[in-house]
């Protein structure tokens, strides 16, 4: 941010123009510089090199880019984890594009990239950048006078070029996409097609005989089965990527008796200072953990806590407590008592005399501008237009300069402003003169409407959160560490786990990259680990937040054929069980020549299926079944006989067709293929590199280089 504040201060004279080169967030950082031996390079592409400078450039230009957009966003393991994944993705894309773009003679030429900085159509991201704070208005003069002045500067022209290269890419990829989508065109039989599909109706009888007719337990599998079944259809078990599965127990953190406490006794020892204090601000700032300024409460709004009545009838200058909230222990002051509307609609006008401590307009000329707005107003001037001219509070100018507050958040609006909006009547108006660290300035207000008064007690709070001390945290690790002693192989850990009531949480899907394991949070140590373990395996004591956690090894799941093991098996045998399944069933129904015979055999009933739609494939009570429902629009199938038996998702299906019948519906053949050729050209990009990238050989090697 320091970069992007330099650029402000050196460059907003030109034109009035503030540029926001943090919009795009190109800050490049050196992460060459570190005399690191080992290699660099953090993946491969069809051969290429990525190296982790580049990359580690680009994820820090993505961090920047949302830190730009929402300066308060957290970027948390989690949301590190997905940048980093999206940079890689978009590493491999654009290495997968570059050789296709020189045989398709796709270029972007300097005078291109001009134009997508200064022409009349400018790229979107430099037209957010360089537009005119003031005016709203790119001026494409102004624009050119700054980015010049950004390139001679020694400090930011790296970050230009940066800026530059990123443009030039973006336009190679949506050159490559629009002429990929031109040359996709949907033909007439493909569009007639999905008409009739779309427009033709099947009324049907069937009877399902679900595989739960037999048991689990009579139908045997063998590995030898398993692999026979993989191999026909070898596309449903293909791996891609590596994984490891695993599973742990935690030994969570709590606060003892002792720590409740502790934390109780801090708080009986500031209580009388509490009630006596003159100066509350500063009480609560140095002794509460959650500081925050006093304010007016409802009874509704304070339903949550345990003395909501206590609370709201106490005499101003009581302090009640400490009692527990949440996981705070908590005293209250009660400063006051009155009655106040519990919401307020206002609008007003606001004229600053400084910004951030900066000065914007001498204290005269604000009051004598604000001054001339109030006379104007009552002189009948359209209040909108007031604000829009006038006002310096642009969050407004969207409402007419209207706003909305409840009484809770009186305290985290301006004191004099709350003050008058809150206490005052209905209808009334009032100049305001406003001064805190944010800003200063002049604020005309009425008051439009205020809700019916109630009950309200001003209170300040100090909280104390209840956590755990060492002593504590020591007791729980030591029984971790008991645990782990005890789990030294796969079969202890199962053992030990069920003695102490522990159910071992299943952490499975772990990518060499993973950051985060689902129910653990950020855990980087732990999946790293896994890599290095063998099956069976458990681990060391990790530390993850407020918990200390011993993890076991279930599985390693290569690239490649799924392999036939333990933690496997169960999910394959499924697909086997089913064919068997099928086929006990077909020969239970053989030589039963009609679905009512069928269904008294089993126990089972004729169900009726109307309107069905070939293109929607669902059967009422039966869910998705596409091997049903397309037999039943098969034409070669006739009206009025039974079918043979179809092993379906979820059981064995034999039906009929009643009746077939086309809904004469009028047809709009251009509107259709338009509707067809867009879905396809707004996926065209995606299409084909998705194409690309499974026939190319992309090793990511991520994982060796985060800890």
């Known amino acids: 941010m320091a970069i992007i504040q330099k650029i402000r201060d050196k460059y ?15 800050i490049l950082m050196d992460y060459g510089k570190g005399g690191r031996t080992r290699s660099t390079t953090i993946g491969k592409i069809d051969g290429k090199k990525i190296d982790y400078t580049e990359y580690e450039a680009r ?26 994944d999206q940079v890689w993705n978009q590493l491999v894309n654009e290495q997968l594009l570059s050789g296709i773009n020189d045989k398709l003679g796709i270029i972007v030429s300097k005078a291109e990239l001009n134009d997508l900085l200064t022409g009349p159509n400018p790229d979107p991201t430099v037209k957010q950048a360089f537009t005119n704070r003031e005016t709203g208005v790119f001026n494409p003069q102004e624009a050119a006078a700054q980015i010049q002045q950004i390139k001679k500067d020694p400090n930011m022209k790296d970050n230009w070029a940066a800026f530059e290269a990123d443009l030039v890419k973006r336009r190679y990829a949506s050159k490559f996409n629009a002429l990929v989508a031109g040359a996709m065109y949907v033909p007439k039989f493909m569009v007639d097609d999905q008409a009739a599909a779309r427009n033709t109706l099947a009324n049907i009888n069937y009877v399902k005989l679900p595989y739960s007719l037999i048991a689990d337990d009579q139908v045997k599998v063998t590995d030898a089965e398993i692999k026979e079944y993989m191999e026909a259809h070898k596309a449903m078990f293909q791996i891609k990527d590596p994984s490891r599965s695993a599973e742990y127990v935690s030994f969570t953190v709590v606060p003892s008796h002792d720590d409740s406490a502790r934390s109780l006794g801090d708080l009986e020892k500031i209580k009388t200072e509490f009630a006596t204090t003159t100066d509350i601000e500063t009480f609560v700032n140095k002794n509460s953990e959650n500081p925050m300024p006093a304010n007016f409460f409802t009874k509704t709004q304070l339903q949550g806590l345990p003395n909501v009545d206590e609370l709201m009838n106490a005499a101003a200058g009581t302090v009640v407590g400490p009692f527990y909230d949440g996981n705070s222990f908590m005293l209250a002051r009660i400063e006051e008592r009155k009655t106040l509307p519990d919401s307020v609609k206002c609008r007003h006008i606001l004229v600053k005399t400084s910004e951030g401590g900066k000065p914007v307009m001498s204290d005269s000329a604000a009051k004598a501008r604000i001054d001339s707005v109030m006379a104007m107003a009552k002189a009948g001037v359209p209040f909108d237009t007031l604000v829009q001219r006038y006002s310096q509070d642009e969050g407004s100018k969207g409402t007419h300069g209207e706003y909305d ?42 008051i439009l409407k205020q809700a019916a008064p109630a009950p309200v007690s001003k209170i300040a709070f100090v909280s104390k959160q209840l956590t755990a001390d060492k002593n504590t945290y020591d007791a729980i690790y030591s029984q971790a560490s008991q645990f782990a002693s005890k789990a030294t192989n796969g079969a202890a850990f199962d053992k030990e786990a069920k003695a102490l009531g522990l159910n071992p949480a299943p952490a499975d899907g772990l990518n060499e990259n993973s950051s985060v394991v689902n129910g653990l949070g950020s855990s980087r140590e732990m999946v790293k680990w896994a890599y290095d373990a063998k099956v069976g395996d458990v681990s060391q004591i990790f530390t993850i937040g407020d918990r200390y956690i011993v993890a076991k090894l279930n599985g390693i799941m290569p690239a490649g054929l799924a392999p036939i093991n333990a933690q496997t098996r169960p999910q394959l045998e499924v697909f086997v069980k089913r ?28 169900a009726v299926a109307d309107s069905i739609n070939f293109l929607q494939a669902m059967l009422p009570n039966a869910g998705q079944e596409l091997k049903v429902v397309g037999y039943a629009f098969n034409k070669a199938f006739k009206e009025n006989t039974m079918s043979p038996a179809i092993a379906g998702q979820d059981g064995v299906f034999y039906l009929t067709v009643r009746s077939r019948a086309a809904l004469t519906a009028e047809r709009n053949e251009p509107i259709e293929r338009q509707m067809m050729e867009g879905n396809l050209k707004a996926n065209a990009g995606a299409i084909v590199t998705n194409g690309l990238r499974e026939t190319a050989e992309v090793k990511d090697m991520r994982g060796s280089f985060y800890q």
Not at 12 to 18: Q, S
């Open 12 to 26: 907003a004279k030109l034109a009035g123009g503030v540029i926001v080169l943090a919009l795009v967030g190109f």
């Open 59 to 84: 994820v820090q230009q993505r961090e920047n880019e949302i830190k730009a957009q929402n300066p308060s966003a957290n970027i948390d393991d989690n949301n590190q984890a997905q940048i980093r």
């Open 405 to 446: 507050f409840q009484l809770a958040q009186r305290a985290s609006i301006s004191k004099e402003f709350g003050d008058f909006i809150f206490e005052g009547a209905t209808g009334s108006d009032k100049i305001v003169k406003v001064e805190n660290p944010s800003y200063g300035g002049y604020h005309y207000i009425e």
């Open 579 to 606: 064919v068997k399944k099928a086929k006990m069933l077909m020969d239970r129904s053989k030589g039963k020549g009609s679905l009512e015979a069928i269904a008294t055999s089993e126990n089972q009933q004729v």
